[in-house]
């Protein structure tokens, strides 16, 4: 297999010294079924790596907001861990709208997280469906002007098991479409153009392994740049963090993935007890919001032979052998590499991916290795706007001298404890927060210094936070007089709610945060009036959201609406005036909060 | 001609009537001798001036309770409106397209409050009458507030029911007048019990 590999590198080499594309040896292309047939794959004699068997228009929904799109359903050539050949399917999206940078568009692999083992949750159906939870990621890079090429990683096929977690497969998968997406009829990809690898999670792990097989697989890919995150590069210590934790669904989904790759070297049928043999059907049919509830802090001792623990399963010698041979960080990346972990993940810990920077950094890698300060799905939306900036410097050609050389201390996990309920926490949350005085037609910026934070408790459904907001000076614009107020806005009690998360991703916030508002201080240039009369009971703010899941970490967590302002009390002669200028209902707010700024190291 | 004078007399008196039912503003409850604030020179302000004129246009406030809310175009400051008051309300509703609608409304919503304000800083046993008295103008004005959106229908209610709790001792009558008013600011809701048999 390995020789078979080789002359399958040597021809790739050739081919793209030709300057032909890698497949255009094969035969053209052919427009697949419309309906969910397009799955089936026909029956057909030996091909290349990266052979476009067929495709057809495709309609994606990638948002609200989202740049105009062409896009392609692909069934293409590929090659699985153990060197033999698959048909992997995947999307390809291009933006309408011209490219408008210099050259050939440049092209992203965009490597998928877990979507789940069911066939219904292919990326390829999701995206169709509108209902992918990494549309607001892949909307981003479209958004920026980049073809994005979506692998649905093996196993998607009708009938087929994803062989998750199999990182060297879905490394050649993500390699192959590169190629394949170039064959595609109509769609103006030149596959010599610059291209970037971008994955989170297993599309982390999958991004990190193309680029330590790059070199061999696709030696002709004018790859640029990698960005990959959450990677789970150490997978023993990463099975450990999952076993009995709140992520454990996605320790039960590589068991059946890798079990699916190597079936002698992970004998499910021997391992499993009845109790496993149900959870793997189980997670066979589930996506990965549902799976996630479904086996949330199961251990594996549950479900194997004779109750054998994770360590013993572990100690299993081909066992063993095949989880090391998913470990990341033997080889050097060849191009620049932006690595990426939320400090408090509770799904993929943050030490063994600090680890596998410095793997890479020993092996003269280039790497840049951000550390984002929340949990796992909070981070792998947060970055998605540095990702993309890092990304376009690579295309646009800028040097990069990484961060492999520094002083700072390396980053340590903050992440809630393994076990129990799935809490995401925000940590003093920058608040952006405005609200629009009704009678005086003005808006009141809250400071910048402002925070929220909040501990989501997804399994119990509840959501229990505080407002921060240290006074401010707010200058109404009343015509003919220079009124300057110092106001202050104080949390009464904490701010309560519910908070749920669909199968599909959709999350769902009611709750209310109640705020005396406080006026310190009115005046005239340096007049000024100590007052500290205020609202002469709290202001309610409902606090609604309903939105992807993803808008935990954009950007797009904001709550709005209208809310009533009560008299005010204590504010002395002029309490009437200031009861009338500011009371009553109409009064509109909007809170944004997001995470806070990455930091590197 | 004792016919002339008798109607002379009885158009005197429907006038007379006319003009003191009549909502719209009252000259002797406006004021002329505008002296403008000039804000741009702190200095010059008078802090115990500005104290007794808000002291004097609150207690104007009280001597109108009992008058429906004003109505048409005001061009002078009333006199329950203190200077400072009045060019600040003036320089609000300025920004406003409807700047007219919007001036009355703000001196209407302002005597309202100080009314009100003065109403919730009296105990019931001081001026126990007035305090009646004023307590009912309130009660009677609300829904014109809710109507120019400066209560909330939630905030009217409980206005609603702190002045019946005052100004109708009998519980049973006070669920039922709680009832009709909560039904002139568009609530409604029933009342599953009471003893009282009108």
Redesign the interface.
Known sequence: MKQLLKKSALLCTLLAGSGLPFASVSAAPMQGPQDISFYTPPVMAGGMQGELIWYRPATVQLGDGAAAVQAWNVLYRSTDARGNANLVTGTVIVPTAAWSGGGDRPLIGYAVGTHGLAQQCAPSMQLAAGKDYESANIAAAIGAGYAVLVSDNPGYTTGATPTYLAGRAQAHANLDLFRAAAQIPGAGINGNAKAALWGYSQGGQTAAWVGEIKSSYAPELNLVGIAAGGTPADFPRTARYLEASTGASFLLGAVIGLGEQYPEDIPLDELANADGQAAIATGKSQCVFESLFTFMNDSISEYTVGNQTLDEVIAIPSVNQTLMAQNLGSKKIPVPIYQYHGKADEFIPIDQHVELKRDYCRKFSNVTFAVYPSEHIVTQFQAAPHVLSWLGDRFAGKATYGTCLTFKPAPTSTANPGGGNFVVSLDEWPLDARIEL????QTVQLPSTATFSADTDITDQSLTGSLSVPGFTSSL???????DIRLQVDAVGPTTGTVSLDNEGQLSINGLSRADITVRSA?????QIPFGCKTSSPVDFPINFSGPVSSLGNGNLTFSGTT?F??LSGCG?????F???M????QQYMFNVSPPAPTSW | MKTLALMLAVIMLAATGWYYHDNRIKPDSLVTDEAVIDFDDPAALDPQQLVAEQSAAADAALTLAGEPPLAGNITQRPEFVSRIEWQILKGVAAARENSEQELLRLVNYLRFSKQLEWWQSQQPDQNHHQHIRVGWKLLNEIPERVEQQDLAADQAQQLQLALLEVLEPDAGKRRHHLEREAARIGVTFRIESSSYTP
């Open positions: 009704n009678t005086l037609a614009k009343i015509i003919g007089i220079p009124l005046g005239f240039s340096f007049l009533s009560p008299a002669l002029f309490n009437s005036l009861t009338t200028l009371s009553g209902p109409g």
